[in-house]
C-alpha cells in the first residue's frame, strides 16, 4: 500500500485497525444490543431475554476481552468433553442416558464444528455461548420432567384422598343404615345376614346350616334344640368368632353392598364372597370366580 509521508492514508489505517480490532468491535456491539434488549424487557419479560440473551452475551464476553489465557482454557475443553464421551459410552442408566451422554455428547459436537472458525477468541466465544444455551436446554428439560412428575403425584395423592374419603363414607351409610351381616365360617361361608341360612347350590341338595338373630349372634345348627353359638355381628357389619365377649375375635367383615371379608383388620383382609340382594350367597374373589354356596331367608 502507497505511503504519504510515511505513513499509511486514512482510509488504510481504517481498514488495518478494523481487521485488527474487528472482532472485539461486533462482541461489544452484541453486548450493547443484548443489554438494551434485556433492559427493555425488565418488566415484563425479564427472564424470557434472560434465557434467550444470557448465554450469547456470556460467548460474546470472551473476543471481547481477547484474554489469551481464558481463550486457551475454553478452547482446551474438547478434551474433556471427548474423554467424558468415551466413559459414559454403554452405560445403560439413567443419568447416563438422559443427563451424561447430552452432556458430554453436546459438548463435544459443539467442539468439534467450531473448529474451523479462524479466529481463536471469537471460536472460543462461540463454544462457550452455544455451550451455556445446551445447559439451559437440558436445565429447562429437566424442569419439565420434574414438574411432570410432581403433577402426576399430586393427582395420585388427590385420587388417593378421594377413595379414602368414599370409603369412609360408605362405612358410614352402612353403619347408619344397620347392615349387620357376617363372613366366613370354618368350612364355608356362613350366615351373612340376618334370618336363616341354607347351605347347599340349588334347592334339592340345601340344608339348614345356621342363623343370625335380630341381635346379631350367629348360631350354627339345624334346629333349634342342636344350634350353639359360634359369633356376632356388630352394627358396624364386623364379624366376631367367640361365644362371649371375653373369647371373641374378629374375623372379618361385610360392607353395605353385600362384599364379605377375612380378616382381623384393613391390612391383611380379603376378599372370600358377596352376598346379593335376594340373599343369594357367592363364593369367590371376584365375579368372574364366584359359586353359589347357600342363600339367606330373610323371612
Not at 26 to 35: E, P, R, S
Not at 232 to 243: I, L, M, P, Q, W
Not at 248 to 267: A, M, P, Q
Request: aromatic share 10%; glycine share 14%.
Amino acid at each position: 500500500m502507497s505511503r504519504i509521508n510515511g505513513q499509511l492514508p486514512a482510509e488504510g489505517r481504517v481498514r488495518g485497525f478494523l481487521r485488527e480490532h474487528g472482532v472485539r468491535l461486533v462482541a461489544g456491539l452484541v453486548l450493547l444490543v443484548g443489554g438494551i434488549f434485556i433492559g427493555l424487557g425488565a418488566h415484563s419479560h425479564l427472564f424470557l431475554w434472560l434465557v434467550l440473551l444470557g448465554p450469547l452475551l456470556v460467548g460474546a464476553c470472551v473476543p471481547l476481552l481477547s484474554m489469551r489465557s481464558l481463550t486457551d482454557r475454553i478452547n482446551g475443553w474438547g478434551g474433556f468433553f471427548s474423554a467424558g464421551v468415551d466413559k459414559v459410552r454403554g452405560r445403560e442408566t439413567k443419568l447416563a442416558q438422559y443427563i451424561q451422554r447430552p452432556f458430554y455428547g453436546g459438548g463435544s459436537g459443539i467442539w468439534r464444528i467450531s473448529e474451523p472458525v479462524p479466529s481463536q477468541h471469537l471460536k472460543a466465544g462461540l463454544r462457550l455461548a452455544a455451550f451455556a444455551y445446551l445447559l439451559a436446554i437440558m436445565g429447562f428439560a429437566l424442569y419439565v420432567a420434574v414438574y411432570v412428575m410432581l403433577v402426576i403425584v399430586a393427582i395420585f395423592l388427590v385420587l388417593l384422598v378421594i377413595f379414602w374419603v368414599a370409603s369412609n363414607g360408605e362405612e358410614e351409610k352402612s353403619a347408619t343404615t344397620g347392615h349387620s351381616q357376617l363372613r366366613e365360617r370354618d368350612p364355608d361361608v356362613m350366615v351373612p345376614v340376618k334370618g336363616a341360612f341354607y347351605r347347599g347350590t340349588n334347592w334339592f341338595n340345601e340344608e339348614l346350616a345356621g342363623r343370625v338373630d335380630a341381635e346379631g349372634n350367629i348360631y350354627k345348627g339345624t334346629n333349634w334344640l342342636n344350634e350353639e353359638k359360634i359369633g356376632r355381628v356388630d352394627a358396624d357389619g364386623n364379624v366376631y368368632r367367640g361365644t362371649n365377649c371375653l373369647t371373641e375375635e374378629k374375623v372379618g367383615r361385610i360392607d353395605g353392598d353385600g362384599r364379605l371379608y377375612k380378616g382381623s383388620n384393613w391390612f391383611t383382609e380379603e376378599r372370600v364372597g358377596r352376598v346379593e340382594e335376594d340373599g343369594t350367597v357367592q363364593k369367590g374373589t371376584h365375579w368372574l370366580d364366584e359359586e353359589k354356596v347357600g342363600r339367606v331367608d330373610k323371612d
